[in-house]
């Protein structure tokens, strides 16, 4: 585990094979100073990249008003603080309406009909209470799970990469081991589903709008 923010700023280092830094918040090194400017960017961009158990929050999903009543009986807004949506819920009977297939190990999602995914904002459906199951930006890396950190620390070294190493020839190559460090992460993570999660019911999917 990762005890503070210059920590895994070294976690990023050692992934381009650079000299440590004493501290994340010295202004007067170079490297210290990209990596503190990534570090938020680099923490929501990994969130982003799929169905992170570890930052899942349920919410309501509220009703507004409803632009398409000839095709839609609801309307709802999804949460402000989204950053990849997991799945939705009718919260009455509990169960899931529409989910991601990265989110779910032990079963592929099949889209069906009249489900359409067009935007981030809002979601229509026939059913009138809707829970979001996402991800959400989960500010303090320190407290993330280790395998969590990791995949930052990857992210965040490929996004000073080019400012600390200045080597656009290997770039490339660094970029697909990002890439598999974070997928290996994620599936770790994938295995952290519970009982609820496996409950579906697709005959009420809804269309995103």
Known sequence: MYASETELGNGALRHLSVAKIDSIDDSTDTKARELKRE??????ELLSMGPWKF??????MPQVTNDRTVAWTYKHSLPGDMLYLRGIIDASLQRYIFRDAQAFSTEQFVKQEPHERVGNDTVYSHV???EA?????????TL??????????????ERTFMSIVKDE???EQHQRKTR????????IDLN??????????????????
């Open 39 to 44: 570090f938020a960017p680099a923490r929501r």
């Open 55 to 60: 930052a899942q929050k349920i919410a309501s």
């Open 128 to 130: 009138s209470a809707l």
């Open 133 to 141: 199951d996402y991800v959400f930006d989960k500010e303090n890396v």
């Open 144 to 157: 993330w799970p280790s395998y969590a950190q990791s995949a930052f620390c990857a992210v965040l070294a």
């Open 169 to 171: 020839a290997r770039y």
């Open 180 to 187: 598999m460090i974070v997928s290996e992460k994620m599936s």
């Open 192 to 209: 952290q589903q519970d009982d609820q999660e496996n409950s579906f019911a697709p005959q009420t999917l809804a269309r995103l709008g």
